[in-house]
């Protein structure tokens, strides 16, 4: 593999910093690879919007799969799914993105199907009828309302028993009622990013303490981590980033000893308190800190993280990082610093990092390439770690200028440098020394003064040159 295509990869997995998931994805893409096929459809002229609109193909368990993008008539698609050539076939995803003419999702329009997996996106829903998912109750398990304008939780979700994926994310929601999920008692991952100023009620999401693991409250407005995550013990995936929230009260994630990857990246945190990370000690392993406000770096909070593999601390203003920074952090994998005020970088703060850290981001405008950091591209070549950057202009070194445009691994050896030292009270025996005599009020003590200041510099150059 390229070293360009290496450190894309790693630039992807660590801005994200959920690398589980991406994991579980590319595993489920292999096993689900479509066969493309012609859609079950008539050719007739009354279909051929039908046959634009929508791509079909057959996993490898032979169930259909329908793609439709821009759909320009669902309801004509719905009227041929539900005809009896073609209900009989078992369909494992139903795709629709951008359908015009679609504001209500009508009674019984899936009554007679088969699927595991509707998706309606960036589609205006004006109403959802209470019977829109009869017959799915027992046989959807994901379901995807993302953009379509809805300002509640649609009612006839609850009947959906067999419900594992829920997806509302990017609607109008404002409120989510006490209980509101209470049924859906095998739901394990919930979306509920980008609606904006959304209330989460204490009670909100009771019921789903023993099944949810997957819990996505992106871009809602947060001020603080809501009290209605505090039971959710299963969760192994929470993201809270694009919020607004400053501090973490201490212990908030005391209950979530399954926690492996948590982003906070892009609010307002400052400080953390030593205890914020309290019960996450063995199991979380990816943390974003990205695009946040901090000033110091959080030692005490970060060393019981003794899991972590993941950290992203990019782009706050942490200016100097202690030498214990890591200590406790021995199996620390990908780490980015990129983006914050830092001029230098330490060998004593990573030299026990040798042997697990596999990708380095760091540089910047404060960045300085000099022979403290000879040791970053030693390890380069050494330990092949990658060393990348998400700065621009310059992207990784500062100083010196020669080196401003140069990517970090393609900089030789020999260009960090650090100028030579001149200590300021260096004294050559061949300076000339200009002795002004201290004012007196008579000439007599004048003349006693000078032999005596003489001594004193004839002495001191006599140290001088015998140090020499």
Same mark, same amino acid.
């Not at 997995?13 to 493309?36: D, Y």
């Not at 909070?301 to 200016?319: E, W, Y």
């Given at each position: *593999?390229?070293?360009?295509?290496?450190?894309?990869?790693?630039?992807?997995w660590?801005?994200?910093?959920?690398?589980?998931?991406?994991?579980?994805?590319?595993?489920?893409?292999?096993? @689900?690879?479509?066969?493309?096929?012609?859609?079950?459809?008539?050719?007739?002229?009354?279909?051929?919007?039908?046959?634009?609109?929508?791509?079909?193909?057959?996993?490898?368990?032979?169930?259909?799969?329908?793609?439709?993008?821009? *759909?320009? +008539?669902?309801?004509?698609?719905?009227?041929?799914? +539900?005809?009896p050539?073609? &209900?009989?076939?078992?369909?494992?995803?139903?795709?629709?993105?951008?359908?015009?003419?679609?504001?209500?999702?009508?009674?019984?329009?899936? !009554?007679?199907?088969?699927? &595991? &997996?509707?998706?309606? /996106?960036?589609?205006?829903?004006?109403?959802?009828?209470? %019977?829109?998912f009869?017959?799915?109750?027992?046989?959807l +398990?994901?379901? $995807?309302l993302?953009?379509?304008?809805? !300002?509640?939780?649609?009612?006839?979700?609850?009947t959906?028993?067999?419900?594992?994926?829920?997806?509302?994310s990017?609607?109008?929601?404002?409120?989510?009622?006490?209980?509101?999920?209470?049924?859906?008692n095998?739901?394990?991952?919930?979306?509920l990013?980008?609606?904006? %100023?959304?209330?989460?009620?204490?009670?909100?999401?009771?019921?789903?303490?023993r099944?949810?693991? +997957?819990?996505?409250?992106k871009?809602?407005?947060?001020?603080?981590?809501?009290?209605?995550?505090?039971?959710? $013990?299963?969760?192994?995936?929470?993201?809270? /980033?694009?919020?607004?929230?400053?501090?973490?009260?201490?212990?908030?994630?005391?209950?979530?000893?399954?926690?492996?990857?948590?982003?906070?990246?892009?609010?307002?945190?400052?400080? *953390?308190?030593? %205890?914020?990370?309290?019960g996450?000690?063995?199991?979380l392993?990816?943390?974003?800190?990205?695009?946040? *406000?901090?000033?110091?770096?959080?030692?005490?909070?970060l060393?019981?993280?003794?899991g972590?593999?993941?950290?992203?601390?990019?782009?706050?203003?942490?200016? &100097? #990082?202690?030498d214990?920074? @890591?200590?406790?952090?021995?199996?620390?994998? #990908?780490?980015?610093?990129?983006?914050n005020?830092?001029?230098?970088?330490?060998?004593?703060?990573?030299?026990?990092?040798?042997?697990?850290l596999r990708g380095?981001?760091?540089?910047? !405008?404060?960045?300085?390439?000099?022979?403290?950091?000879?040791?970053?591209?030693?390890?380069?070549?050494?330990?092949?770690?990658?060393?990348?950057?998400r700065?621009r202009?310059?992207?990784?070194?500062?100083?010196?200028?020669?080196?401003?445009?140069k990517?970090?691994? @393609?900089?030789?050896?020999?260009?960090?440098?650090c100028?030579?030292?001149?200590?300021?009270?260096?004294l050559?025996?061949?300076?000339?020394?200009?002795?002004?005599? $201290?004012t007196?009020?008579? $000439?007599?003590?004048?003349?006693?003064?000078?032999p005596?200041?003489?001594?004193?510099?004839? #002495?001191?150059?006599?140290?001088?040159?015998?140090?020499q």
């Amino acid at each position: *593999m390229s070293s360009s295509l290496r450190r894309k990869y790693y630039d992807d997995w660590l801005r994200f910093s959920l690398w589980p998931s991406i994991l579980l994805w590319i595993i489920l893409a292999t096993v @689900f690879t479509l066969i493309h096929c012609q859609c079950p459809w008539p050719r007739t002229p009354i279909h051929v919007s039908l046959h634009s609109d929508c791509v079909c193909g057959y996993s490898n368990v032979r169930r259909l799969s329908v793609q439709c993008s821009p *759909m320009a +008539n669902f309801s004509q698609l719905l009227e041929v799914l +539900n005809s009896p050539s073609v &209900q009989r076939l078992p369909i494992d995803l139903l795709y629709i993105n951008n359908a015009t003419g679609l504001s209500v999702l009508p009674k019984n329009a899936f !009554k007679k199907l088969d699927i &595991q &997996q509707i998706h309606l /996106a960036n589609t205006y829903l004006e109403r959802i009828d209470k %019977d829109a998912f009869a017959g799915l109750e027992n046989r959807l +398990n994901s379901l $995807t309302l993302q953009n379509t304008g809805l !300002k509640e939780i649609p009612a006839p979700i609850k009947t959906l028993k067999s419900l594992k994926t829920l997806d509302l994310s990017s609607n109008r929601i404002r409120k989510i009622r006490p209980r509101a999920f209470e049924e859906l008692n095998q739901l394990s991952t919930l979306r509920l990013a980008f609606n904006h %100023d959304l209330h989460l009620d204490v009670e909100s999401f009771v019921g789903l303490g023993r099944t949810l693991k +997957n819990l996505n409250i992106k871009g809602i407005n947060l001020k603080h981590i809501p009290e209605a995550i505090l039971n959710l $013990t299963e969760l192994a995936f929470l993201d809270l /980033a694009q919020n607004k929230i400053e501090e973490i009260k201490p212990r908030m994630f005391r209950n979530h000893h399954l926690l492996t990857a948590l982003s906070l990246e892009r609010n307002l945190i400052r400080s *953390m308190h030593p %205890d914020t990370f309290v019960g996450l000690n063995d199991s979380l392993s990816s943390l974003s800190l990205l695009n946040n *406000m901090l000033i110091e770096f959080p030692l005490l909070a970060l060393s019981k993280l003794t899991g972590l593999r993941v950290l992203d601390l990019g782009f706050n203003a942490i200016r &100097q #990082l202690p030498d214990q920074a @890591f200590r406790s952090n021995e199996l620390l994998t #990908l780490l980015a610093l990129d983006g914050n005020p830092l001029k230098t970088l330490s060998l004593q703060t990573f030299k026990h990092l040798n042997n697990s850290l596999r990708g380095l981001s760091v540089g910047g !405008k404060f960045f300085e390439c000099d022979c403290k950091v000879r040791w970053l591209a030693e390890w380069a070549r050494e330990y092949s770690l990658q060393i990348t950057s998400r700065e621009r202009n310059p992207q990784f070194c500062s100083r010196p200028q020669h080196l401003r445009n140069k990517l970090f691994t @393609f900089i030789d050896l020999d260009d960090f440098v650090c100028p030579p030292l001149i200590p300021n009270n260096h004294l050559s025996s061949k300076s000339s020394i200009t002795i002004i005599p $201290t004012t007196t009020t008579t $000439t007599t003590q004048q003349h006693q003064q000078q032999p005596k200041r003489f001594l004193q510099v004839s #002495l001191h150059l006599q140290r001088q040159n015998h140090r020499q």
